[in-house]
């Protein structure tokens, strides 16, 4: 029986060298290498990444155990894979997250918390847009700044899911929100051991208790920062209000439709909080 032939996505769009490939060396750059099983995991921010990324860290030797966490944020591409290994991979998988969900959540973790990693995030934007300051960023002016000038592939956190697929078809799509029901495939087919990050990185909206009866869409983020300061914060769902909701609906089409067809879903069935 023949091995299954694993398309490279974006050498089928441009017809130069695929060392000048930008689009490919990016998806190429977050395909991961889990060694021992030969498999390849698509890394995403904002997808359960801190728990891939540190739980691959431990299955290929890297860090002993957790209390070594924080070598995962200098090594992001340390297990990029090569041509070969991405052609030759017996399994190939990704975590995609609702969309509408991820780009609230982004914005909830590096927009509204001070700490030094998402206050560089907030910086970066910032810069480009020197007339808005940092409290002023809610969330209905975050989504309106990432819609100008090509900002949507402005920081690898809200990036369209879509840029980092470095494969056609992939040997299994998760969805995030049901992440814990894939976990046994997973650990099975690339022999590893998935190990939950989320209290080490301590920054998931599932940490607090949510608020989910009113509408956060124009609150500061000073505002919502006592909230989680205090744990408490706002609903994902409750950043939208309609406007947001179509503007992000155009932004991330590709990703909508990514993720709608995998999940057999349609992501935009949540209500609006008024």
């Known amino acids: 029986m023949s091995e299954k032939i694993r398309v490279i996505r974006f050498s089928n769009i441009w017809n130069g060298p695929l060392a000048e490939n930008v689009q490919h060396k990016f998806a190429a750059q977050h395909a991961l290498n889990i060694y021992r099983s030969k498999s390849i995991y698509t890394f995403i921010p904002k997808c359960a990444c801190s728990t891939m990324r540190l739980s691959l860290a431990i299955s290929n030797g890297l860090i002993s155990d957790v209390s070594k966490y924080g070598w995962i944020h200098s090594n992001n591409t340390t297990f990029s894979a090569n041509l070969s290994e991405l052609?030759?991979?017996?399994?190939?998988?990704?975590?995609l997250r609702n969309p509408f969900l991820r780009l609230a959540s982004t914005y909830l973790d590096k927009i509204v918390n001070p700490n030094h990693d998402t206050a560089k995030v907030k910086i970066n934007l910032l810069k480009k847009y020197t007339n808005v300051s940092?409290?002023?960023l809610t969330f209905r002016k975050f989504v309106n700044l990432i819609s100008l000038n090509n900002t949507i592939r402005?920081?690898?956190?809200w990036r369209p899911?879509?840029?980092f697929l470095v494969y056609d078809n992939y040997d299994l799509y998760i969805q995030m929100e049901k992440f814990e029901s894939n976990k046994a495939l997973v650990e099975k087919n690339c022999?590893?051991?998935i190990i939950d990050a989320r209290k080490l990185t301590l920054h998931g909206n599932d940490i607090f208790k949510k608020i989910e009866d009113k509408n956060f869409t124009d609150v500061a983020p000073e505002e919502i920062l006592g909230l989680r300061t205090k744990g408490t914060s706002p609903s994902l769902v409750s950043m939208y209000d309609e406007e947001t909701k179509m503007i992000v609906s155009n932004l991330f089409k590709e990703d909508i439709v990514l993720y709608d067809n995998n999940f057999n879903e349609k992501c935009s069935n949540f209500k609006i909080i008024n």
């Open 191 to 193: 022999n590893i051991k």
């Open 134 to 136: 940092p409290n002023e």
């Open 161 to 163: 899911q879509i840029d």
């Open 87 to 95: 052609i030759t991979a017996k399994f190939a998988f990704v975590i």
């Open 154 to 157: 402005f920081d690898i956190h």
